[in-house]
């Protein structure tokens, strides 16, 4: 992959003279910056007067468009001054994955000598004081000081450059091969880790590197600080192993060979409050930590998954090119990755995905079992599936419609598989955290909960004989099915939102959860057209109950919602989550509930005071009820 590498720093830190010997040295083409600013700024400069930022601009533009151009055909250099972010940013634009700063670093009076010694220079020392004040140190840059000789500055920039990798993955389980195997294909050169187990675990990241060829130029390792000192500083390391004690061990295990300002990036599973406090701990020894959620399976991680980055902005925006390259891309191009907001926000959309997931997973075999009740074989059903691919298409729907057709033998494969659903904690993760927050999550929790009933399968067998639950065939049509499974989806959407939007709400994330329906349109298990559907919505809104469209859709399907669960209660159907979806709309929907009995209750017993109808002032009132 060609890359510019931009040289910057104050004047007379000696860009030029090190971009001549570095072009010499890697046989690229040397540009220096000075040589593209319009004669005007040279004027000025000479003239003892420092540029602003309406001067700088222009010239920024150009040298952004040289770079372009040169990436088209070959690597290159160029030194430009690039004293501020937004400077750097204006440099960056459309081609940050394929730059490379280097920032050289010298005291005042150092430079101030140097100045001094030049000759038909337009910079004169009496400027410099204003550079300094102006310069806004790079986080992403390798820092060289200039009290080294150019020959050895050169080699550390040779060194680095040719040399070391510029991301890190650590853990190569089934995730972590496939983002390997996503950051190689697109062009980066990444170091891979993965731990040694004398007889069980030997030799894994050399081995997976000589399996596929598009990680020819990757560097493996099984040594600790091997792997951290093949890297690019700022280091950028993902961490793809085991959510919990072990994500903290690993973090133990990389803190002794870390520097100041590198980046640890958690794209496992794990616990948004834990995302928190790793955090703040790495804070304290100055190094960044970004939580990640991903999105979309083994399939997607090496095709594009959805990512949900949380954290520092600015740290995000070191690992920003990686993570936007490697994810999977919406209807209009754009990466499905967005900087979801700070702390571990970025875990906490994930898990609420997971949580959303869990209940679209309950849907379809909910939508299963009616069909199978209403004298539909699998193949039947899974035809009946990929006719709703037209109004309600989603990545778990088309895999349901292969599950289903799936045969072993002269049967098919699902009637085989044990009806006790796992889980691996997000879900529950979920429920305890719409508990907390006290958003009525109610579908999420239905769905868990549904998983563990399934895991009392003895109990479940000797009820079923106890009570004589043998459902009847079912008087439906297939329409009314599809229209109460539409109805609950957006039940089920709107609760998981709703959600994140009350956590943004107590923890003080800026969330916009527009664009995180956008990221849920591909690469993501809960990809689907009711996400995309979602975006303009959400745009004008955070709750999604209260827009025209919805709420007329809403009405649309309600009937049939009604007459489907009704059905079901009646033939003694278990249907968890489209029963709760209408029972949801029920309780959401009504003016004037039984709360009021509750609150009274509440003060009966305990004193705990309530509001009355008549008074507007908002005071709490007491009752001696006896």
């Not at 000696?14 to 910056?33: C, R, V, Y």
Request: hydrophobic share 40%; aromatic share 8%.
């Amino acid at each position: 992959m060609n890359i510019v590498i931009f040289i910057m720093g104050v004047s007379g830190c000696g860009k030029s003279t090190i971009g001549q010997m570095l072009s010499q040295k890697l046989n690229i083409p040397f540009f220096d910056g000075d040589d593209f600013h319009p004669q005007s700024n040279i004027d000025k400069m000479s003239s003892g007067k420092s540029l602003n930022d309406d001067d700088r601009y222009g010239w920024l533009v150009a040298l952004n468009d040289l770079a372009k151009k040169q990436l088209q055909k070959n690597s290159c250099i160029i030194v430009c001054s690039a004293l501020k972010k937004s400077y750097r940013d204006i440099l960056n634009k459309d081609i940050q994955n394929q730059v490379k700063w280097i920032h050289l670093a010298g005291s005042f009076n150092q430079i101030t000598e140097r100045l001094n010694n030049r000759k038909n220079h337009f910079m004169t020392s009496a400027l410099l004081q204003s550079q300094f004040d102006t310069l806004e140190k790079p986080s992403e840059a390798l820092e060289v000081n200039i009290c080294l000789s150019p020959k050895e500055i050169v080699e550390i920039i040779t060194k680095e450059i040719k040399m070391k990798s510029e991301f890190g993955l650590f853990g190569l389980g089934v995730m972590g091969k496939s983002l390997s195997r996503n950051l190689a294909q697109k062009g980066f050169k990444i170091s891979i880790f993965n731990r040694e187990a004398k007889g069980t675990e030997e030799d894994v990241a050399i081995n997976f590197k000589n399996s596929h060829k598009e990680l020819e130029s990757a560097q493996p390792f099984s040594d600790i600080e091997a792997f951290v000192n093949s890297l690019q500083t700022p280091r950028r390391i993902m961490l793809m192993v085991n959510a919990g004690k072990i994500t903290d061990m690993v973090i133990e295990d990389l803190i002794p060979f870390l520097s100041d300002g590198d980046i640890l990036i958690d794209g496992g599973n794990s616990n948004y409050l834990k995302t928190k406090e790793r955090y703040d701990y790495l804070k304290s020894k100055h190094i960044n930590f970004i939580g990640v959620g991903v999105s979309g399976g083994e399939e997607g991680a090496l095709k594009g998954p959805s990512i949900m980055p949380g954290g520092n902005k600015e740290t995000y925006n070191l690992v920003k090119p990686y993570l936007e390259s490697i994810a999977a891309k919406d209807a209009n191009g754009l990466p499905c990755c967005t900087y979801i907001g700070e702390e571990g926000s970025g875990h906490f959309v994930k898990m609420v995905h997971n949580g959303i997931e869990y209940v679209e997973m309950q849907l379809l075999a909910e939508v299963y079992t009616i069909l199978k009740t209403m004298g539909k074989n699998p193949d039947e059903i899974a035809d009946i599936l990929e006719s709703w691919k037209t109004k309600a298409d989603s990545y778990l729907l088309g895999i349901t419609v292969d599950i289903l057709r799936k045969k072993d033998g002269n049967d098919w494969l699902v009637n085989k598989i044990v009806d006790k659903a796992g889980n691996k904690g997000t879900g529950n993760w979920t429920t305890i955290a719409t508990a907390e927050l006290g958003a009525p999550s109610t579908l999420i929790a239905a769905a868990l909960f549904a998983r563990y009933t399934s895991f009392y399968k003895e109990e479940r067998i000797q009820a079923n004989k106890n009570f004589g639950m043998e459902p009847s065939k079912l008087n439906l049509d297939v329409e009314a099915v599809l229209n109460a499974y539409q109805f609950a989806r957006i039940i089920n959407h709107y609760q998981g939102l709703k959600l994140i939007s009350e956590a943004g709400k107590a923890y003080n994330w800026s969330l916009n959860l527009s664009e995180i329906a956008r990221i849920w349109t591909n690469g993501c298990i809960i990809k689907s057209d009711l996400a995309m559907d979602l975006i303009p919505v959400l745009k004008v809104n955070d709750n999604i109950l209260t827009h025209k469209t919805i709420i007329n859709q809403i009405k649309a399907l309600k009937p049939s919602i009604k007459k489907v669960v009704s059905e079901c209660i009646l033939n003694d159907l278990t249907a968890p989550c489209l029963s709760e979806s209408i029972n949801f709309l029920n309780n959401y929907g009504t003016a004037n509930s039984s709360a009021n009995i509750i609150q009274a209750q509440r003060d009966y017993f305990g004193a705990h005071t309530y509001q009355r109808t008549d008074d507007d002032s908002g005071k709490f009132h007491h009752t001696n009820w006896n």
